[in-house]
């Protein structure tokens, strides 16, 4: 065996090649490293030890599929490794298998009653399965455990938001900003929760301390603009999107079931009304394809379906579904602007709530649709006043007045605008519109 990236090779013995593939593995090298694991594999087939943390990295990478068994697999040559326990709990996790992740949670916690990390896991876990008493157990357990554990911190502020105590679920997150005041999902957190209790002048003090200390920092600078409603852009930087979901896209799925998330769904509805049959005869566009979410909806439909987003980490999770023809990681309006074949379908399930004016996308969208072609969009819902608004959570919310006006002028019939609830946050509803409009008149050149 070979070591990468090196001028002058030699071969390496397997304990060299192994401790190579892990170090490699932590530096998040995934491509080098899943090749090590391989060719260790071939040498070596029954080492648990790579058969193992191949398995974290196929997980790492969106590949849950191949995870899941790699992971099992390691466990049944041996079953003693408490954090192996851990990491196949986060492998059950994230494909929605929740009571299973428990128990491997608990199995870890049996092997390594010390160890908080779990302790906190199985509180998430439990918070997700809306057993929030033993929620509030398990993090208050971790918290104490290892008072340092920002997560737990963190997960004990939100579940305290989902029950709606509003007061402790602020007081918990001041607490931690004291221990990380460094901390940006801190100061989020902390800001975000501020902004749910209608105490906006208060958030906006905590993103102008965060200025104050990051002046570049462009998540502070948004939720900033969303409290105060100046210097508001008329979309969310590029940088701010993809920072947002890279930073969260492992757990992107798992949190949106648990907020009754149901965009996906609304889009999926939309395209079984409107389309003849699932014939795979479409070429769709998944604007903000995210994790893929929408992609069990539109594969029926598609003789080509295409994701594009910002964010590399989101399409890898994407990637794994194994139901798009392609990915491309762009912004979405320079996308579809540079499009030379048009697509019989766009949709976008809660990506434009990241932009304020939606001409450009309008346009753009037009632009990349032959005419006839369907444009499906949700975005929430503003019910009166200006024509978009930003919010203190960083989103942006629309009039559907100027939602219909933008459609028209870019060159759609509008088909339908429907009042829907996306999703649950804090316990709250969180009304949307559901759009959808045909290409009408060619786009403008």
Not at 159 to 185: C, N, Q
Not at 298 to 303: D, H, I, N, Q, S
Not at 304 to 328: H, N, P, T, W
Request: charged fraction near 25%; charge should be negative.
């Amino acid at each position: 065996m070979s070591e990468p990236d090196t001028e002058n090779r030699r071969e390496l013995t397997y304990d060299e090649a192994a401790a190579l593939a892990f170090r490699l593995h932590t530096q998040r090298r995934f491509e080098e490293s899943e090749v090590l694991y391989k060719t260790l594999l071939e040498a070596n087939p029954d080492d648990q030890n790579v058969i193992h943390y191949l398995g974290v990295l196929m997980q790492q990478t969106g590949r849950h599929a191949e995870a899941l068994p790699l992971i099992e697999r390691s466990l049944a040559i041996d079953g003693t490794v408490a954090a192996w326990h851990n990491n196949y709990g986060n492998v059950l996790l994230d494909a929605g298998r929740f009571d299973e992740a428990a128990a491997a949670y608990r199995r870890c916690a049996e092997l390594d009653a010390a160890n908080a990390d779990v302790v906190c896991n199985l509180g998430v876990m439990y918070r997700r399965l809306k057993q929030f008493d033993l929620a509030e157990q398990m993090l208050t357990r971790a918290v104490e455990m290892q008072p340092d554990l920002t997560v737990a911190h963190l997960n004990l502020a939100g579940l305290f938001g989902d029950m709606g105590r509003l007061d402790d679920a602020l007081a918990r997150t001041v607490s931690a900003l004291k221990l990380f005041p460094r901390d940006a999902r801190v100061r989020k957190m902390l800001g975000i929760s501020y902004g749910h209790m209608g105490r906006v002048e208060e958030a906006a003090e905590v993103y102008r301390e965060w200025l104050a200390q990051e002046p570049d920092n462009e998540s502070a600078r948004h939720h900033l603009a969303g409290c105060t409603g100046v210097d508001v852009p008329d979309r969310a930087q590029d940088s701010y999107v993809e920072g947002l979901f890279d930073g969260f896209a492992t757990s992107f799925d798992a949190n949106l079931a648990a907020l009754q998330y149901r965009a996906p769904q609304l889009i999926g509805d939309a395209v079984a009304r409107l389309l003849p049959s699932a014939d795979k005869s479409q070429r769709i566009l998944d604007a903000g394809c995210g994790t893929g979410l929408c992609g069990p909806f539109l594969a029926p439909y598609a003789r080509e379906l295409v994701g594009v987003d910002l964010s590399a980490q989101m399409i890898a999770r994407a990637r794994a579904r194994d139901l798009y023809d392609s990915f491309e990681k762009a912004e979405l309006v320079a996308y579809m602007d540079a499009v030379g074949d048009p697509f019989d379908v766009i949709v976008s399930a809660d990506t434009l709530c990241y932009f304020g004016r939606l001409e450009a996308a309008a346009r753009s969208a037009r632009q990349a649709l032959r005419e006839g072609g369907l444009l499906m969009f949700t975005v929430e819902a503003r019910p009166d006043g200006t024509d978009f608004h930003l919010h203190v959570h960083g989103r942006y919310s629309h009039r559907t007045g100027y939602v219909r006006a933008v459609l028209v002028d870019a060159g759609f019939e509008v088909h339908e605008i429907t009042d829907v609830v996306l999703r649950t946050e804090w316990r709250q509803p969180v009304a949307g519109v559901l759009a959808v409009a045909r290409a009408v008149t060619p786009p403008a050149r």
